[in-house]
């Protein structure tokens, strides 16, 4: 079964480093979703992402982060100059033209000390 | 913009017994509830679905039920077992996005 796969499974930065969380969602979808968990907190949705450009963002997705789909395979996030407080659990998804099942991908642990 | 509320945020219960989970949401527009499982160290997995003009989908087990006039949903898993323990959520979509906002999630343990 078809699945989307993220890398790394963990991260660890130092505070003020940028990032690159990679994802490789499911081959025939076209929407791709960034969400991010807290330890312990709710799933909360960061940005969707359709056409080759943000479709959707939340207020969390501030001038520090940045999607981008480099190939024909690969969605990233990048956050630039890391904060304590983004570390959490980032979960990359995705959905098929006109279906509302989103798939979750395993993961990346990012810590930022 | 939407909320979900979700309880309880812990169940413990026999094998064999029933779960019921319950979920409200603020806007009255969203049309689209879907049920995710997480189990340690993975990605949330949808476990059930439902859609606005649906008022309760089965499945085997699992069974989730619509009041849109109230505004809550809720999962029921019948004769549970070990496995079924983990972490359940649920989350809601308004009509005009794509993006799940979900509940802080109940986390289910089983006993046998």
């Known amino acids: 079964e078809p699945e989307v796969t993220q890398t790394p499974s963990h991260q660890v930065t130092q505070m003020g480093q940028e990032v690159i969380l990679r994802c490789v969602p499911i081959s025939n979808h076209l929407y791709f979703y960034w969400y991010r968990q807290i330890l312990g907190q709710k799933v909360e949705f960061l940005v969707s992402f359709y056409n080759n450009e943000i479709s959707e963002k939340s207020e969390i997705f501030d001038d520090q982060f940045s999607v981008e789909r480099p190939d024909g395979s690969n969605f990233t996030l990048k956050i630039r100059s890391t904060k304590l407080e983004d570390s959490a659990m980032y979960f990359c998804a995705s959905t098929s033209v006109g279906r509302e099942t989103q798939y979750f991908g395993p993961g990346t642990r990012l810590l930022v000390l | 913009g939407e909320n979900v509320e979700q309880h309880p945020s812990t169940l413990s219960v026999q094998e064999g017994d029933s779960a019921v989970i319950k979920c409200t949401y603020s806007?009255?527009?969203?049309?689209?509830f879907p049920w995710y499982k997480q189990e340690l160290g993975k990605g949330p997995q949808l476990i059930i679905d439902?859609?606005?003009?649906?008022g309760e989908k089965k499945d085997q087990r699992i069974a989730v039920t619509l009041n849109k006039t109230a505004k809550h949903f809720s999962l029921h898993i019948t004769e549970t077992q070990p496995e079924d323990s983990a972490v359940y959520f649920c989350a809601a979509r308004g009509p005009a996005g794509t993006a799940l906002i979900f509940g802080k999630g109940t986390t289910l343990s089983v006993s046998s």
């Open positions: 806007d009255s527009a969203s049309n689209y």
């Open positions: 439902i859609r606005s003009n649906v």
